[in-house]
Protein backbone atom coordinates (compact mmCIF):
# COMPACT_ATOMS: atom_id res chain seq x y z
CA UNK A 1 0.00 0.00 0.00
CA UNK A 2 2.88 2.02 1.26
CA UNK A 3 4.76 1.64 -2.39
CA UNK A 4 1.68 2.35 -4.22
CA UNK A 5 1.08 5.49 -2.81
CA UNK A 6 4.41 6.24 -3.03
CA UNK A 7 3.83 5.89 -7.04
CA UNK A 8 1.05 7.95 -7.09
CA UNK A 9 2.92 10.82 -5.20
CA UNK A 10 5.97 10.57 -7.74
CA UNK A 11 3.49 10.55 -10.59
CA UNK A 12 1.23 13.37 -9.31
CA UNK A 13 4.88 15.50 -8.96
CA UNK A 14 6.16 14.80 -12.63
CA UNK A 15 2.80 15.10 -13.76
CA UNK A 16 2.39 18.71 -12.22
CA UNK A 17 6.06 19.21 -13.73
CA UNK A 18 4.92 18.58 -17.20
CA UNK A 19 2.16 20.96 -16.50
CA UNK A 20 4.36 23.82 -15.68
CA UNK A 21 6.91 23.08 -18.56
CA UNK A 22 4.22 22.80 -20.81
CA UNK A 23 2.84 26.25 -19.90
CA UNK A 24 6.20 27.58 -19.98
CA UNK A 25 6.86 26.22 -23.65
CA UNK A 26 3.48 27.95 -24.37
CA UNK A 27 4.55 31.30 -22.96
CA UNK A 28 7.79 31.17 -25.05
CA UNK A 29 6.33 29.98 -28.13
CA UNK A 30 3.98 32.89 -28.00
CA UNK A 31 6.71 35.45 -26.94
CA UNK A 32 8.62 33.88 -29.95
CA UNK A 33 5.77 34.62 -32.65
CA UNK A 34 5.73 37.92 -30.94
CA UNK A 35 9.34 38.66 -31.99
CA UNK A 36 9.03 37.30 -35.17
CA UNK A 37 6.09 39.14 -36.20
CA UNK A 38 7.55 42.51 -35.02
CA UNK A 39 10.86 41.46 -37.13
CA UNK A 40 9.09 40.84 -40.64
CA UNK A 41 6.80 44.02 -39.69
CA UNK A 42 10.16 45.74 -38.91
CA UNK A 43 11.90 44.61 -42.14
CA UNK A 44 8.58 45.40 -44.72
CA UNK A 45 8.47 49.16 -42.99
CA UNK A 46 12.55 49.54 -44.39
CA UNK A 47 12.84 47.38 -47.29
CA UNK A 48 9.40 46.62 -48.84
CA UNK A 49 8.34 50.55 -49.67
CA UNK A 50 6.59 50.93 -53.31
CA UNK A 51 9.13 52.66 -55.54
CA UNK A 52 7.60 53.81 -58.14
CA UNK A 53 3.72 53.64 -59.52
CA UNK A 54 1.60 51.76 -61.38
CA UNK A 55 2.38 51.91 -65.67
CA UNK A 56 -0.01 51.45 -68.51
CA UNK A 57 -2.87 50.76 -65.93
CA UNK A 58 -5.28 51.28 -68.72
CA UNK A 59 -4.04 48.72 -71.50
CA UNK A 60 -3.70 46.48 -68.55
CA UNK A 61 -6.87 46.49 -68.02
CA UNK A 62 -7.62 46.16 -72.07
CA UNK A 63 -5.50 43.03 -72.12
CA UNK A 64 -7.90 41.67 -68.86
CA UNK A 65 -10.74 42.29 -70.49
CA UNK A 66 -9.85 40.75 -73.71
CA UNK A 67 -8.68 37.78 -72.07
CA UNK A 68 -11.93 37.59 -69.96
CA UNK A 69 -14.10 37.91 -72.89
CA UNK A 70 -11.98 35.32 -74.86
CA UNK A 71 -10.69 32.37 -72.63
CA UNK A 72 -10.89 30.15 -75.49
CA UNK A 73 -8.92 32.39 -77.53
CA UNK A 74 -6.44 34.39 -75.75
CA UNK A 75 -4.03 34.24 -79.05
CA UNK A 76 -6.08 36.77 -80.67
CA UNK A 77 -5.62 39.37 -77.81
CA UNK A 78 -2.18 39.95 -79.73
CA UNK A 79 -2.59 43.13 -80.27
CA UNK A 80 -4.01 44.04 -76.61
CA UNK A 81 -0.53 42.19 -75.53
CA UNK A 82 1.93 43.88 -77.63
CA UNK A 83 0.56 47.54 -77.05
CA UNK A 84 0.90 46.42 -73.00
CA UNK A 85 4.97 45.24 -73.78
CA UNK A 86 5.61 48.12 -75.34
CA UNK A 87 3.93 50.60 -72.72
CA UNK A 88 5.92 48.60 -70.17
CA UNK A 89 9.57 48.78 -72.12
CA UNK A 90 8.60 52.77 -72.91
CA UNK A 91 8.12 52.89 -69.09
CA UNK A 92 11.48 51.04 -67.90
Known amino acids: QDTKKAIQE ?3 FY ?3 LKQLEAK ?3 L ?3 T ?3 FAKAVQEVEQKFLKQTGSPVCDD ?3 KVYNCYS ?3 QQTLNCWKEVGA ?3 CVERAR
Open 10 to 12: VEA
Open 15 to 17: QEK
Open 25 to 27: NAQ
Open 29 to 31: QKI
Open 33 to 35: TEQ
Open 59 to 61: IQG
Open 69 to 71: SKP
Open 84 to 86: FTS
